[in-house]
């Protein structure tokens, strides 16, 4: 029971590591395109 808490443990924080990382990338991604537009 607790090792099977464990690895869902584990495979939560993945996902919202993985989540965070997506997120911060579109949001740059964004920002660059943004300042690009306006620069024009």
Same mark, same amino acid.
Request: glycine share 0%; charged share 0%.
């Given at each position: 029971?607790? %090792? =099977?808490? +464990? !690895? #869902?443990?584990? +495979?939560?924080? /993945? !996902?919202v590591? *993985? &989540?965070? =990382?997506? @997120? =911060? @990338? *579109?949001? &740059? !991604?964004? +920002? /660059? #395109?943004?300042? %690009? @537009?306006? %620069?024009w």
């Open positions: 029971m607790m %090792s =099977t808490w +464990i !690895i #869902f443990n584990h +495979i939560c924080v /993945a !996902i590591s *993985f &989540t965070l =990382t997506l @997120q =911060t @990338q *579109f949001w &740059t !991604i964004q +920002i /660059a #395109f943004l300042s %690009s @537009q306006n %620069s």
